[in-house]
């Protein structure tokens, strides 16, 4: 129900924007977040924006480099990263939560797209 797109392969320092979509007509009222997966390593939270896309909430390592947004009229949401580092490679994921906990755990998220891969070269 939701899909992620917009990885590819970036230097270290440069910036992608991945995109969240979804062609449901409740995506703009769940929260959505952004999770990431390292190869050999647990799936971890990115980040997570309420559904108005008034609240936003990030992990440690990303913020300050990371922003999510929304464009509900759109049924988007984005995760623009700047100044990205080697240690951002993973395959990212969006997800959805029809609760609305603002959570920061994947078992709290009900609806996953397949994700899409982002490498950082140093």
């Known amino acids: 129900q939701v899909q992620a797109s917009g990885g590819g392969l970036v230097q270290a320092g440069g910036s992608l924007r991945l995109s969240c979509t979804s062609s449901?007509?409740?995506?703009?009222?769940?929260?959505i977040a952004w999770f990431r997966q390292a190869p050999e390593k647990e799936r971890a939270f990115v980040a997570v924006?309420?559904?108005?896309?008034?609240?936003?909430y990030y992990a440690d390592s990303v913020k300050g480099r990371f922003t999510v947004s929304r464009d509900n009229s759109n049924n988007t949401v984005y995760l623009q990263m700047n100044s990205l580092k080697p240690e951002d490679t993973a395959v990212y994921y969006c997800?959805?939560?029809?609760?609305?906990?603002?959570?920061?755990?994947?078992?709290?998220?009900?609806?996953w797209g397949q994700g899409t891969l982002v490498t950082v070269s140093s």
């Open positions: 924006i309420t559904w108005s896309g008034d609240n936003t």
């Open positions: 997800a959805a939560d029809k609760y609305n906990h603002m959570a920061t755990m994947t078992g709290m998220y009900d609806y």
């Open positions: 449901g007509r409740t995506f703009s009222s769940y929260h």
